[in-house]
């Protein structure tokens, strides 16, 4: 079993930035491939960006490459959403999650065991 607690969003402005941290608990979380999703209201949870167990590969939705980065630090157990440039359909709820057998990266919801409660980003005009 792993806890994922995400932590981080808030209010920011156009073309401003936010990181958002997810700290996961449990056996062998370092070992997991992690992701990031959002959801903004009345529309489906889509992927943002994934990293596998060891940080080597990433991968991200085209709507924000070269904008935000995803990382890891398995010495805490944390994974990293670094978000820049940010655009007002940049709003929504910000979820990260996380997989058993974390050597590729994966971007569909049903490919995850794992989920956090989410954290609100809120990007203003």
């Known amino acids: 079993q792993v806890q994922l607690v995400e932590s981080g969003g808030g209010l920011v402005q156009v073309g401003g930035s936010l990181r958002l941290s997810c700290a996961a608990s449990?056996?062998?979380?370092?070992?997991?491939?992690m992701g990031w999703f959002r959801q903004a209201p009345g529309k489906e949870r889509e992927f943002v960006a994934a990293?596998?167990?060891?940080?080597?590969?990433?991968l991200y939705a085209d709507s924000v490459k070269g904008r935000f980065t995803m990382s890891r630090e398995n010495a805490k157990n944390t994974v990293y959403l670094q978000m820049n440039s940010l655009k007002p359909e940049d709003t929504a709820v910000y979820y990260c999650?996380?997989?058993?057998?974390?050597?590729?990266?994966?971007?569909?919801?049903?490919?995850?065991?794992?989920w956090g409660q989410g954290t609100q980003v809120t990007v203003s005009s």
């Open positions: 990293v596998s167990w060891s940080g080597g590969r990433t």
């Open positions: 449990g056996r062998n979380s370092s070992s997991y491939g």
């Open positions: 999650a996380a997989r058993s057998g974390g050597w590729y990266v994966y971007s569909r919801p049903y490919e995850y065991n794992y």
